[in-house]
Protein backbone atom coordinates (compact mmCIF):
# COMPACT_ATOMS: atom_id res chain seq x y z
CA UNK A 1 0.00 0.00 0.00
CA UNK A 2 1.25 3.58 -0.50
CA UNK A 3 2.84 4.94 2.42
CA UNK A 4 2.35 8.89 3.30
CA UNK A 5 2.86 10.96 0.85
CA UNK A 6 4.21 14.97 1.43
CA UNK A 7 4.60 17.50 -1.03
CA UNK A 8 6.21 19.43 -1.73
CA UNK A 9 9.43 17.62 -1.63
CA UNK A 10 11.48 21.19 -1.47
CA UNK A 11 10.39 24.17 -1.13
CA UNK A 12 12.45 27.73 -1.01
CA UNK A 13 10.79 30.79 0.31
CA UNK A 14 11.57 34.36 1.27
CA UNK A 15 11.13 35.76 4.63
CA UNK A 16 7.93 37.25 5.55
CA UNK A 17 5.89 34.80 2.88
CA UNK A 18 3.62 32.04 3.94
CA UNK A 19 4.04 28.81 2.85
CA UNK A 20 1.93 25.64 3.10
CA UNK A 21 2.95 21.96 3.35
CA UNK A 22 0.73 18.80 2.51
CA UNK A 23 0.95 15.21 3.67
CA UNK A 24 -1.88 12.62 2.76
CA UNK A 25 -1.96 9.80 5.52
CA UNK A 26 -1.41 6.09 4.60
CA UNK A 27 -5.19 4.49 3.57
CA UNK A 28 -7.67 4.35 6.63
CA UNK A 29 -5.53 6.18 9.17
CA UNK A 30 -7.09 8.84 10.91
CA UNK A 31 -4.25 10.70 12.80
CA UNK A 32 -2.12 12.66 11.20
CA UNK A 33 1.05 14.51 13.47
CA UNK A 34 3.52 17.10 11.75
CA UNK A 35 7.36 17.42 13.09
CA UNK A 36 9.72 19.81 12.16
CA UNK A 37 13.75 18.83 12.21
CA UNK A 38 16.71 20.99 12.02
CA UNK A 39 20.01 20.16 13.06
CA UNK A 40 19.95 22.78 16.53
CA UNK A 41 16.93 21.60 17.72
CA UNK A 42 16.70 17.68 16.34
CA UNK A 43 13.14 16.43 15.79
CA UNK A 44 10.36 18.32 17.73
CA UNK A 45 6.23 17.72 17.54
CA UNK A 46 4.22 20.38 16.05
CA UNK A 47 0.41 19.40 16.22
CA UNK A 48 -1.59 16.11 15.88
CA UNK A 49 -5.17 15.68 14.20
CA UNK A 50 -7.64 12.95 14.54
CA UNK A 51 -10.78 12.93 12.76
CA UNK A 52 -10.82 17.04 11.74
CA UNK A 53 -9.90 18.09 15.39
CA UNK A 54 -6.26 19.30 16.39
CA UNK A 55 -5.63 16.91 19.47
CA UNK A 56 -2.01 17.81 20.67
CA UNK A 57 -0.14 20.80 20.23
CA UNK A 58 3.71 21.37 20.54
CA UNK A 59 5.31 24.44 21.70
CA UNK A 60 5.50 26.56 18.77
CA UNK A 61 4.02 30.05 18.05
CA UNK A 62 1.12 30.72 16.47
CA UNK A 63 2.69 31.17 12.99
CA UNK A 64 2.48 27.23 12.97
CA UNK A 65 -0.87 26.21 12.13
CA UNK A 66 -2.40 23.28 10.60
CA UNK A 67 -5.83 21.35 9.70
CA UNK A 68 -7.16 17.97 8.24
CA UNK A 69 -9.82 17.35 5.85
CA UNK A 70 -12.52 14.51 5.70
CA UNK A 71 -10.43 12.43 3.84
CA UNK A 72 -7.44 12.71 6.51
CA UNK A 73 -5.53 14.21 4.33
CA UNK A 74 -3.63 17.50 6.67
CA UNK A 75 -2.20 21.08 5.53
CA UNK A 76 -0.19 22.95 8.00
CA UNK A 77 0.98 26.64 7.44
CA UNK A 78 3.69 28.89 8.29
CA UNK A 79 2.69 32.67 8.23
CA UNK A 80 5.35 35.50 7.80
CA UNK A 81 8.35 33.09 7.64
CA UNK A 82 11.43 33.17 9.26
CA UNK A 83 14.90 32.40 8.73
CA UNK A 84 15.13 29.64 11.92
CA UNK A 85 12.08 28.40 10.09
CA UNK A 86 14.51 25.99 7.67
CA UNK A 87 13.59 22.99 8.47
CA UNK A 88 13.04 19.29 7.48
CA UNK A 89 8.76 18.89 7.98
CA UNK A 90 8.00 15.47 8.34
CA UNK A 91 4.23 14.06 8.58
CA UNK A 92 3.41 10.66 10.39
CA UNK A 93 0.25 8.97 9.97
CA UNK A 94 -1.23 6.21 12.23
CA UNK A 95 -4.79 4.42 12.69
CA UNK A 96 -6.11 5.91 16.02
CA UNK A 97 -2.28 7.99 17.55
CA UNK A 98 -3.23 7.84 21.03
CA UNK A 99 -2.85 4.21 21.10
CA UNK A 100 0.23 2.77 22.15
CA UNK A 101 -0.03 -0.74 20.08
CA UNK A 102 0.61 1.68 17.02
CA UNK A 103 3.18 3.17 15.51
CA UNK A 104 3.62 6.30 13.37
CA UNK A 105 4.36 5.83 9.63
CA UNK A 106 6.40 8.92 8.98
CA UNK A 107 6.87 10.69 5.23
CA UNK A 108 9.95 11.44 3.61
CA UNK A 109 9.46 15.37 4.60
CA UNK A 110 8.96 18.47 2.87
CA UNK A 111 12.68 20.60 2.77
CA UNK A 112 11.86 24.11 3.66
CA UNK A 113 14.43 26.64 2.94
CA UNK A 114 13.92 30.39 3.95
CA UNK A 115 16.46 32.85 2.57
CA UNK B 1 7.69 12.73 29.37
CA UNK B 2 10.00 10.58 30.78
CA UNK B 3 13.00 11.30 29.62
CA UNK B 4 15.72 8.34 27.53
CA UNK B 5 19.25 8.29 27.46
CA UNK B 6 21.67 6.81 24.55
CA UNK B 7 25.03 6.86 23.74
CA UNK B 8 25.72 9.22 20.77
CA UNK B 9 27.48 7.02 18.72
CA UNK B 10 28.36 3.38 17.81
CA UNK B 11 30.20 1.69 15.40
CA UNK B 12 29.57 -2.14 14.50
CA UNK B 13 31.02 -4.21 11.52
CA UNK B 14 28.26 -6.23 8.90
CA UNK B 15 27.10 -9.38 9.73
CA UNK B 16 27.63 -8.73 13.41
CA UNK B 17 24.96 -8.25 15.85
CA UNK B 18 24.66 -4.65 17.49
CA UNK B 19 22.92 -4.09 20.91
CA UNK B 20 21.67 -0.37 21.51
CA UNK B 21 21.41 0.22 25.18
CA UNK B 22 18.87 3.07 26.42
CA UNK B 23 18.47 4.21 30.08
CA UNK B 24 15.00 4.91 30.88
CA UNK B 25 15.53 5.67 35.10
CA UNK B 26 12.32 7.87 35.32
CA UNK B 27 9.95 5.12 33.42
CA UNK B 28 6.64 4.77 34.74
CA UNK B 29 4.11 1.63 34.95
CA UNK B 30 2.14 3.28 32.22
CA UNK B 31 4.94 4.23 29.93
CA UNK B 32 5.68 1.65 26.09
CA UNK B 33 9.33 1.86 25.61
CA UNK B 34 9.76 2.86 21.47
CA UNK B 35 12.18 2.25 19.24
CA UNK B 36 12.48 4.09 15.48
CA UNK B 37 15.12 4.65 13.59
CA UNK B 38 16.26 7.48 10.50
CA UNK B 39 18.06 6.96 7.88
CA UNK B 40 19.69 9.62 5.87
CA UNK B 41 17.29 11.42 3.84
CA UNK B 42 14.79 9.75 5.25
CA UNK B 43 11.79 10.45 7.88
CA UNK B 44 11.93 7.93 10.57
CA UNK B 45 10.81 4.29 10.93
CA UNK B 46 8.89 2.29 13.70
CA UNK B 47 11.20 -0.32 14.70
CA UNK B 48 9.84 -2.13 17.44
CA UNK B 49 8.27 -1.35 20.84
CA UNK B 50 7.10 -3.10 24.14
CA UNK B 51 5.94 -2.84 27.94
CA UNK B 52 7.84 -5.39 29.81
CA UNK B 53 8.44 -8.71 28.03
CA UNK B 54 10.94 -8.53 25.69
CA UNK B 55 9.96 -8.55 21.66
CA UNK B 56 10.56 -9.70 18.11
CA UNK B 57 9.91 -8.71 15.07
CA UNK B 58 11.38 -9.08 11.49
CA UNK B 59 13.69 -6.10 12.00
CA UNK B 60 14.64 -6.16 15.47
CA UNK B 61 14.36 -7.75 19.31
CA UNK B 62 13.86 -5.73 22.25
CA UNK B 63 15.15 -6.40 25.69
CA UNK B 64 13.68 -5.31 28.54
CA UNK B 65 15.45 -5.30 32.00
CA UNK B 66 13.37 -6.54 34.84
CA UNK B 67 13.09 -3.41 36.54
CA UNK B 68 11.99 -2.11 33.05
CA UNK B 69 14.72 0.94 33.97
CA UNK B 70 16.46 0.32 30.44
CA UNK B 71 16.24 -1.82 27.62
CA UNK B 72 18.32 -3.24 24.61
CA UNK B 73 17.61 -2.84 21.36
CA UNK B 74 19.07 -5.37 19.38
CA UNK B 75 20.05 -6.06 15.57
CA UNK B 76 20.65 -9.35 15.28
CA UNK B 77 23.13 -9.39 11.95
CA UNK B 78 23.82 -5.73 10.82
CA UNK B 79 23.74 -4.65 7.65
CA UNK B 80 25.07 -1.31 5.33
CA UNK B 81 21.42 -0.52 5.28
CA UNK B 82 21.03 -0.70 8.98
CA UNK B 83 23.35 2.64 9.14
CA UNK B 84 20.80 5.02 10.87
CA UNK B 85 20.06 6.91 13.81
CA UNK B 86 18.09 4.64 16.39
CA UNK B 87 15.76 6.65 18.98
CA UNK B 88 14.42 5.22 22.04
CA UNK B 89 11.07 6.78 23.20
CA UNK B 90 8.53 6.57 26.20
CA UNK B 91 4.94 6.91 25.27
CA UNK B 92 2.44 7.41 27.80
CA UNK B 93 -0.47 4.78 27.22
CA UNK B 94 -2.64 6.96 29.24
CA UNK B 95 -4.19 10.40 28.39
CA UNK B 96 -2.90 12.11 25.18
CA UNK B 97 -0.30 9.47 24.26
CA UNK B 98 -0.35 11.48 20.38
CA UNK B 99 2.79 12.28 19.84
CA UNK B 100 6.61 11.15 20.12
CA UNK B 101 9.07 12.80 21.84
CA UNK B 102 12.37 12.37 20.19
CA UNK B 103 16.18 12.73 21.80
CA UNK B 104 19.25 13.26 20.03
CA UNK B 105 19.47 9.27 19.53
CA UNK B 106 22.22 6.90 18.75
CA UNK B 107 24.12 7.20 15.52
CA UNK B 108 24.96 3.29 14.30
CA UNK B 109 28.09 3.26 12.24
CA UNK B 110 28.58 -0.08 9.88
CA UNK B 111 31.36 -0.79 8.06
CA UNK B 112 32.79 -3.92 6.30
Known amino acids: KAGVTQTPRYLIKTRGQQVTLSCSPI?????VSWYQQTPGQGLQFLFE???????NKGNFPGRFSGRQFSNSRSEMNVSTLELGDSALYLC??????????????FGSGTRLTVV | DAKTTQPNSMESNEEEPVHLPCNHS???????IHWYRQLPSQGPEYVIH???SNVNNRMASLAIAEDRKSSTLILHRATLRDAAVYYC?????????????FGTGTRLQVTL
Open chain 2, 26 to 32: TISGTDY
Open chain 2, 50 to 52: GLT
Open chain 1, 49 to 55: YFSETQR
Open chain 1, 92 to 105: ASSLFGQNTNYGYT
Open chain 2, 89 to 101: ILRDNTGTASKLT
Open chain 1, 27 to 31: SGHRS
